[in-house]
């Protein structure tokens, strides 16, 4: 009989200090304590400006630089096409996924889909020289510029049977492919917020590069309009945001982000000598939405 009491006093023992050092064990670590190997996932919009641009355009009989072209963007505002799979690519979007490699760094790839129209209401000084034969209906246009004003909108009645001087645009879009590695780090306490698995600020900068990939719209000298998606150029960009991660997995993140486009090989036409080329700044406001989860 005695084996067995001392059996179940060690029993009672063990759960004794078990139960006491347990509840000297302290708070376990916060899911949001630490970044590394987690993957993230978002889906938001954007507005853009353009810094002014020279557009070089070139093909057989003409050759002409418009200078200082503006442009804009082309916003859905809140709209239900950015939810409708068949209608994502109508308004101007931005698609990002990465991997932090550490709490603090992470890698990611995505497609900011911007738009770009050049004015057709605007003046702009040409400088070059167009040569076409006669039969064109572009012709009406032949002549040397230099730094001679053109007035885009004249003869503008009708996008596809109109004989504009030139219409430009990269709506569908200006595609810009591109990785970045960007850095985050935990403000949550400057402003008093100590459960960050219930509610996390971070502040996320971060520098990336691409290319782009534009389905460019034109129609120049009344040529027929073209409208394909082709590789085009290069681009840097740069950015700061602000992350509120709520739940531990779920973020809504607002970013400004700017960089250099340089767009040396436009296809403007269906005739492949039919080529454009600019550079321009731009900056974008974006808004997203997505979620951060470990494997």
């Given at each position: 009989?005695?084996?067995r009491?001392?059996?179940?006093?060690?029993?009672?023992?063990?759960?004794?200090?078990?139960?006491?050092?347990?509840?000297?064990?302290?708070?376990?670590?916060?899911?949001t304590?630490h970044?590394?190997?987690?993957?993230?996932?978002?889906?938001?919009?954007?507005?853009e400006?353009?810094?002014?641009?020279?557009?070089?355009f070139?093909?057989?009989?003409?050759d002409?630089?418009?200078?200082?072209?503006?442009?804009?963007?082309?916003?859905?505002g809140?709209?239900?096409?950015?939810?409708?799979?068949g209608?994502?690519?109508?308004?101007?979007?931005?698609?990002?996924m990465?991997?932090?490699?550490n709490?603090?760094?992470?890698?990611?790839?995505?497609?900011?889909?911007?738009?770009?129209?050049?004015?057709?209401?605007?003046?702009?000084n040409?400088?070059g020289?167009?040569?076409?034969?006669?039969?064109?209906?572009?012709?009406?246009?032949?002549?040397?510029?230099?730094n001679?004003?053109?007035?885009?909108?004249?003869?503008?009645?009708?996008?596809?049977?109109?004989?504009?001087?030139?219409?430009?645009?990269?709506?569908?879009?200006?595609?810009?492919?591109?990785?970045?590695?960007?850095?985050?780090?935990?403000?949550?306490?400057l402003?008093?917020?100590?459960?960050?698995?219930?509610?996390q600020?971070?502040l996320?900068?971060?520098?990336?590069?691409?290319f782009?990939?534009?389905?460019?719209?034109?129609?120049?000298?009344?040529k027929?309009?073209?409208?394909?998606?082709?590789?085009?150029g290069v681009?840097?960009?740069?950015?700061?945001?602000?992350?509120?991660?709520?739940?531990?997995?779920?973020?809504?993140?607002?970013?400004?982000?700017?960089?250099?486009?340089?767009?040396?090989d436009?296809?403007?036409?269906a005739?492949?000598?039919?080529?454009a080329?600019?550079?321009?700044?731009?900056?974008?406001?974006?808004?997203?939405?997505?979620?951060?989860?470990?494997l």
């Amino acid at each position: 009989m005695l084996p067995r009491l001392r059996i179940l006093a060690v029993l009672v023992l063990g759960v004794f200090v078990n139960n006491m050092f347990a509840q000297e064990t302290p708070n376990p670590v916060k899911y949001t304590a630490h970044n590394k190997g987690k993957f993230y996932i978002f889906w938001g919009g954007n507005r853009e400006n353009f810094s002014k641009s020279d557009i070089h355009f070139k093909g057989d009989n003409y050759d002409f630089t418009v200078i200082d072209a503006i442009a804009d963007d082309k916003p859905k505002g809140w709209h239900a096409d950015y939810v409708n799979p068949g209608r994502m690519t109508i308004p101007q979007t931005n698609f990002r996924m990465g991997y932090f490699i550490n709490d603090h760094y992470n890698i990611s790839l995505g497609l900011d889909h911007m738009k770009y129209v050049m004015r057709q209401d605007q003046i702009a000084n040409v400088t070059g020289n167009v040569n076409l034969p006669l039969s064109d209906a572009g012709s009406i246009y032949n002549g040397v510029y230099n730094n001679t004003p053109v007035n885009f909108l004249m003869n503008y009645t009708d996008y596809d049977t109109g004989t504009p001087f030139l219409t430009f645009e990269h709506t569908d879009g200006l595609n810009y492919i591109n990785s970045e590695i960007s850095r985050v780090d935990d403000f949550s306490k400057l402003f008093g917020i100590t459960n960050t698995d219930k509610i996390q600020i971070n502040l996320t900068e971060g520098i990336g590069g691409g290319f782009l990939y534009p389905k460019t719209n034109a129609k120049v000298l009344g040529k027929e309009r073209h409208d394909d998606f082709h590789v085009s150029g290069v681009g840097v960009s740069a950015k700061v945001g602000i992350n509120v991660t709520v739940f531990k997995h779920f973020f809504v993140q607002g970013e400004l982000k700017g960089g250099y486009i340089n767009m040396n090989d436009i296809r403007t036409t269906a005739v492949t000598n039919d080529t454009a080329r600019q550079h321009f700044m731009f900056l974008q406001r974006i808004i997203s939405f997505g979620g951060i989860f470990s494997l």
